[in-house]
């Protein structure tokens, strides 16, 4: 591993106790990986982790297949999402899952629509490329299922369907977000984790 690399993996591990300490990760839940873009190659937390005591130590090297190169224990029952996402963004070097009360919530009660549209607040700006709070972020939302390839198939086509998205959700499980490097990728899933609470929020307000 290269020094860029090791600095990367030593991010995408602050940022798992990151997103640990704010409750963003419970009972072992959520996966992180960083990809060298010299090889391909994807550094992917272990399955089964509690994300809040992450180290380089934990995490596995596949390649750009999500074939195991080296580490120890399993990859991330969702490496193949990993996998796929980072064929489908090639600038992408980061990514993050997380399982949220407010992804949760808005992405159960959207997997009909198969989307959250998102527009007009000033936050959105947080997203790389977007310059107004008038920007309409539309995060598609895939059902969830425990049979993973056809996960990352679905994934392959919402990708594919929404070049612009900054994010996905699987309904009733969670978000997955990335950037071009851990710390766009943290900035990214800060800002949609905001936006989602905000929206849920306000659809329960609009109720009452
Ligand atoms: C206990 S959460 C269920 C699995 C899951 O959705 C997840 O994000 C964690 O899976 P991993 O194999 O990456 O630990
Ligand atoms: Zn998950």
């Not at 940022?15 to 990760?25: F, I, K, M, P, T």
Request: some cysteine; overall charge negative.
């Amino acid at each position: 591993m290269n020094v860029r690399v090791a600095e990367q993996v030593d991010a995408l591990c602050q940022l798992a106790h990151w997103a640990a300490a704010r409750g963003w990760v419970p009972a072992t839940s959520g996966n992180f990986s960083v990809r060298d873009p010299a090889n391909g190659h994807i550094y992917i937390s272990c399955s089964g982790l509690d994300k809040g005591r992450m180290t380089p130590a934990d995490l596995l090297e596949l390649d750009a297949q999500g074939r195991v190169i080296s580490g120890l224990g399993k990859p991330s029952a969702e490496s193949g999402l990993h996998v796929v996402a980072y064929r489908m963004r090639p600038k992408m070097r980061a990514i993050a899952h997380v399982h949220t009360i407010w992804n949760t919530l808005l992405s159960a009660r959207s997997v009909d629509a198969g989307h959250v549209e998102i527009a007009g607040y000033e936050l959105l700006k947080a997203l790389s490329g977007v310059d107004s709070h008038a920007h309409a972020e539309r995060v598609p939302v895939i059902a969830n299922s425990q049979d993973y390839s056809m996960l990352a198939r679905e994934l392959e086509e919402a990708l594919e369907r929404n070049p612009e998205t900054h994010g996905v959700l699987l309904s009733a499980h969670g978000l997955y977000t990335w950037g071009t490097s851990v710390a766009e990728a943290r900035r990214h899933l800060e800002a949609l984790e905001f936006l989602f609470e905000v929206e849920c929020r306000r659809m329960q307000g609009s109720r009452e």
